[in-house]
Nanobody, 125 residues
Framework: VQLQASGGGLVQAGGSRRLSCSAS????????VAWFRQAPGKGREFVSA????????YYGDFVKGRFTISRDNDKKTVYLQMNSLQLEDTAVYYC???????????????????WGQGTQVTVSS
């Protein structure tokens, strides 16, 4: 599967942004899709994931109810709605996918074998 992330840009603190991860290829419903982010000088951080099939959702601790992940299997797209954005949310956001990923590994980047190109989100004061 190939992934393309979009929707990044410049947003003021407290604002909102919706990211999209569009997939091509077969069997999208069988993939857990996640968002990771990487800020300058920092390692890659798990943001959120939505499981294959039933669509169970997971979030990083820092999200604290501000972000919502969803998927549209007909459109082969996963969305990340980000609200109440903070300066610390500035990063490149990547979407990633893995087929039939075990629940224990949804937040571990090395278990994802397909990655999008990343989209920059910059939060300004």
């Amino acid at each position: 599967v190939q992934l393309q992330a979009s929707g990044g840009g410049l947003v003021q603190a407290g604002g909102s942004r919706r990211l999209s991860c569009s997939a091509s290829g077969r069997g999208f419903i069988n993939y857990t899709v996640a968002w990771f982010r990487q800020a300058p000088g920092k390692g890659r951080e798990f943001v959120s994931a939505v499981k294959y099939g039933v669509g169970t959702t997971y979030y990083g601790d820092f999200v604290k109810g501000r972000f919502t992940i969803s998927r549209d299997n007909d459109k082969k797209t996963v969305y990340l709605q980000m609200n109440s954005l903070q300066l610390e949310d500035t990063a490149v956001y990547y979407c990633a996918a893995a087929s039939f990923l075990h629940d224990d590994y949804y937040s571990v980047d090395r278990y994802y074998n397909f990655w999008g190109q990343g989209t920059q989100v910059t939060v300004s004061s």
